[in-house]
Each structure stands twice: as C-alpha cells, then as structure tokens.
C-alpha cells in the first residue's frame, strides 16, 4: 500500500512540475510589454513590429516601423516573410486579437514574441506618441 501512495505521489509530483514548465516556457516565449518598452524595441529596431488590426485602423493611426499583417482566418499564412529567429512584438486596439496572434507566432516557431500589453487604446490613454 505504501508503493502505490508512493508511486502516485511521483507521478502527481512529475506531472505538477512539467505543467509549470510548459508554462514558463510560454511566458518566455511571449512576454507582455509596456508602452516604454515597447517603444525601446522600436528605437533600437530590435524587433519586427506587427499591428495586427484593419487597414481602416492602421492607417488612421500605427507605431512606428510597424507593418499591418491584419489578424483574421489566413492570418497564420501571412507569417511567411518573416523572420523567425529575430523578436516580433505585436499590438492590436486594446490587447486581445494581439494575444491571439502571439499565441499563433508562437505556434508557428517564432522565438522570442512580445505583446504589447493593453494595445494602442492604452498606449494614447498614457499619451505616448504613436505615428499618424
């Protein structure tokens, strides 16, 4: 009896711990930023900008060197001329359709992802510029 309380306490403890590190290494793959951040990896041109809202949208108002690969069904196809090994940050409206992107870069084998966290909408709350 002691065995069996054994052996499931293993397997329990095994299946716990490869759970957190399926999660960290989400989290390491697609990291939330700030605007400041966000607006560091645009200045040092570190990372492939995505706005992944409509044309409408994009050319109302976009960060800068952002281009607009607009989130829908074939949005997954549109990847193709991207690099996978340099950092993509995405951003949409308020957060959402960019943390489904994100989860579709990763999905894709992008390494290193960052969403930025609460969209544009946040981003002209805190009145950071954003390029016209």
Known sequence: ?????????????????????????EEQQIQLVTQAEMQELIKLKKA???DVRTVKEFNEVHLNNAQNIVYDD?????????DKTKPVAVYCGRGGRSAKCAKILKEKGFEKIYDLN???SKWKFDKVEADN
């Open 1 to 25: 009896m002691k065995k069996l309380g054994l052996i499931i306490f293993v397997l329990l403890f095994q299946l716990t711990t490869s759970c957190k590190k399926a999660v960290a290494q």
């Open 48 to 50: 492939q900008i995505i």
């Open 74 to 82: 074939n949005f997954a196809n549109k990847l193709e001329h991207l």
């Open 118 to 120: 609460g969209g544009l």
